[in-house]
């Protein structure tokens, strides 16, 4: 299903269940009892940020930089709340640039003042008790980012509640979506699996909110006072962790699963992962900590550690609770289903293996590693940036059947032994795999040092010649007639024959292109050419058993129609 479609179902679900639970609460929202945290015990004062160049600047022996690749490089360090506060000055714009996207994204999706009002009363509700399930030193550290919010989407929340909202927002976004089109993939190979038997982690963030959105990656390397020093990949205004590693080789990835629509937001998941990632070292106090925190929706978390030479997943729901460990292997595969016994019965997760995308990506993945005997940190991106289908069949560019859909916000690998770890830069993960050695970075180093070198240019792995072809080119051509044809198809408007030839061409094995076209047809009663093109669409792999669905019954309708 094309995604402006699919969100528009999602929307007018949720407003149909946000009517119903407003209904059923006497149709009015308390005010929040959400109050800002205690934070005297934290203050202390906090150097005036210098800007050394547009790229740069410093906070006391903290800065920001942006690397030759185009990524922003972030090091922080301090309390709770000077973390927050200091991250908040540092990226400033980032942050507010961030928000504004992520608000105009809602704007785009619900263009009605009256629904958006709607809406924020309803996620006012739904988040009443947020703030009950996060830790203090978390609520510290978002209070302190806040102070660096943009003022005038007070309407939307005060800064504080607004910026803890927005830590919910990926397990919103993936309990509304039925068919997690947020479609993460990682791996790990260990052992006589990896060139010298050192673990070696690659994983796909398939989060996708619009080109602008992922356009300024954040790459955090924290020294909190308490626990360990850890980096991660973020964006302006968020604390949690989404991908990241600590000073202990303990890695945390997140991949969504198979989620029922959650009545009370509890812990966002992306703070579970950062509790992780702060204190833990090994999988059991991995597994230790997750078991104390309450979730709102169903996700994997994908734990590597460097002390237990092996990957384990944690797989937590609202009312479950499982891990996943592999016997006589060296090797795990993580999409977007359930593995362990806890959830062998869950009609949720067998539903989503059948039915959506996942298992069609954990097959390539099984089928990429077994290709290669001894994977290294330039294959693992290899297959993190894999366009083609089971057999290497052709899919299409942007298929959700591929380990690269060519959406993801980031691609990451990790080398949890030697505390090395590579990330993308844009687009997705086909820009050049910048290195980091952690060692190095939280090294003791003089506190006059204003600035070091973050990454390890001679270690880096090189962007994707992918780039560079022809087919890429007519990849960007797609997208561009992507928006074209959909808002033809939305507005009902006339499109020129050539429009659409030219978007048929351009991407020609995705059978989404092939749908709406037909789509297209349909709604200006152009029978014969709907019929035509939805018949070329379902030759081709097509994402997901209610994609294929529709597409059948599209094909039956035009049948009865012209016959």
């Known amino acids: ?22 209904f059923l609460n006497s149709c009015g929202v308390k005010k929040s009892l959400l109050e800002s945290p205690e934070v005297s015990e934290y203050e202390t004062p906090v150097a005036k940020r210098k800007k050394v160049n547009d790229s740069t600047y410093v906070l006391g022996s903290d800065f920001l930089t942006k690397n030759k690749q185009g990524q922003w490089e972030l ?28 608000v105009n994204k809602i704007d785009e999706l619900v263009p009605s003042s009256g629904k958006q009002n709607f809406l924020r009363k309803f996620l006012a509700w739904f988040n009443r008790k947020m703030y009950l399930n996060i830790d203090e030193k978390f609520k510290a550290e978002i209070y302190g980012i806040s102070k660096s919010a943009k003022q005038d989407l007070d309407y939307i929340a005060k800064p504080y509640q607004r910026v803890m909202y927005f830590h919910g927002a990926h397990d919103i976004g993936h309990a509304l979506q039925d068919l997690a089109l947020v479609g993460c993939s990682s791996f790990a190979a260990w052992g006589d ?127 479950n609770f499982g891990v996943y460990e592999v016997e006589n292997s060296n090797q795990l595969i993580c999409a977007n289903h359930f593995q362990s016994a806890a959830y062998a019965k869950d009609k949720n997760n067998q539903e989503h293996i059948l039915e959506s995308h996942s298992q069609y990506r954990f097959e390539r993945m099984e089928e990429l590693l077994d290709k290669q005997p001894k994977i290294t940190p330039k294959i693992a991106v290899d297959i993190l940036r894999d366009k083609k289908g089971l057999n290497e069949k052709e899919l299409g560019f942007g298929n959700e059947k591929a380990l690269n859909q060519l959406l993801a916000h980031h691609g990451i690998v990790f080398k949890p032994e030697d505390l090395m770890v590579w990330v993308s830069s844009n687009p997705y993960q086909l820009g050049e795999f910048v290195a980091y050695d952690l060692n190095e970075i939280f090294a003791e180093r003089d506190q006059n040092e204003t600035h070091i070198e973050l990454s390890n240019a001679d270690l880096n792995i090189d962007a994707d010649p992918f780039l560079y072809t022809e087919a890429y080119a007519s990849y960007k051509k797609y997208r561009e007639l992507y928006a074209v044809v959909n808002k033809a198809i939305s507005t009902e408007s006339h499109l020129e024959q050539s429009t659409l030839q030219e978007f048929e061409a351009s991407n020609s094995e995705f059978w989404e292109v092939h749908f709406l076209i037909g789509l297209y047809y349909y709604n200006q009663g152009y029978d014969a050419l709907a019929l035509q093109a939805f018949t070329k669409a379902e030759t081709k792999e097509i994402t997901t058993v209610p994609d294929k669905e529709e597409v059948e019954d599209y094909i039956r309708k035009l049948k009865r129609r012209l016959n």
Not at 208 to 218: A, Q
Not at 251 to 264: E, H, M, Q
């Open 75 to 102: 090091l922080v360090q301090g309390n709770p709340y000077q973390l927050g506060l200091k991250t908040g000055i540092l990226t400033k714009e980032l942050f507010n640039y961030q928000e504004e996207i992520f």
């Open 1 to 22: 299903m094309n995604v402006s479609i699919a969100l528009n179902l999602i929307f007018k679900k949720t407003f149909l269940f946000c009517g119903i639970v407003l």
């Open 193 to 319: 699996h990896t060139q010298d038997s050192k673990m070696i982690i690659g994983r796909n963030f398939d989060f996708y909110v619009g080109e602008e959105f992922s356009k300024n990656k954040i790459i955090a390397f924290v020294k909190p006072d308490n626990g360990y020093n850890f980096m991660s990949v973020t964006w302006g205004g968020f604390i949690g962790v989404l991908s990241g590693m600590n000073d202990q080789g303990l890695t945390v990835t997140i991949n969504a699963g198979k989620s029922d629509f959650p009545l009370i937001a509890k812990t966002p998941i992306s703070l579970v992962t950062r509790e992780i990632l702060q204190y833990a070292s090994t999988i059991e106090e991995a597994i230790a900590i997750a078991k104390t925190r309450e979730v709102f929706v169903s996700e994997s978390i994908f734990i590597g550690s460097a002390k237990d030479k092996k990957a384990a997943i944690i797989e937590v729901s609202p009312k």
